[in-house]
């Protein structure tokens, strides 16, 4: 299995990037996929998660209203469009898939697979 996450970049606060994760080497349509971040001196969090047909979305307090998670399952791919970002949304960004689950998970341990991490730096 395999998780490549790319997209991340340096932007300026209140400017946009998007985030995309392409998988392989898993029934894409049959797992859950959720975002994560880990800025220096800190642990993993929770961004946002989707279920496996795109139905139901997660987001973590500090993010709602200006992230949005979605897939194409076509392509095999999970996305994060990230607006009016902030100097605090700054860190290596995280990718993970886990097996469908009633509702989506929000907690790392219950992911299987991550990808490598895209790093996101937001300037003030």
């Known amino acids: 299995v395999q998780l490549q996450a790319s997209g991340g970049g340096l932007v300026q606060a209140g400017g946009s990037l998007r985030l995309s994760c392409a998988a392989s080497?898993?029934?894409?349509?049959?797992?859950?996929m959720g975002w994560f971040r880990q800025a220096p001196g800190k642990e993993r969090e929770f961004v946002a998660a989707?279920?496996?047909?795109?139905?139901?979305?997660y987001y973590a307090d500090s993010v709602k209203g200006r992230f949005a998670i979605s897939r194409d399952n076509a392509k095999n791919t999970v996305y994060l469009q990230m607006n009016g970002l902030k100097p605090e949304d700054t860190a290596l960004y995280y990718c993970?898939?886990?097996?469908?689950?009633?509702?989506?998970?929000?907690?790392?341990?219950?992911?299987?697979?991550w990808g490598q991490g895209t790093l996101v730096t937001v300037s003030s």
């Open positions: 993970a898939a886990t097996y469908r689950r009633r509702t989506p998970v929000v907690g790392t341990s219950a992911y299987n697979y």
């Open positions: 989707i279920s496996w047909s795109g139905g139901v979305t």
């Open positions: 080497g898993l029934a894409f349509s049959s797992y859950d």
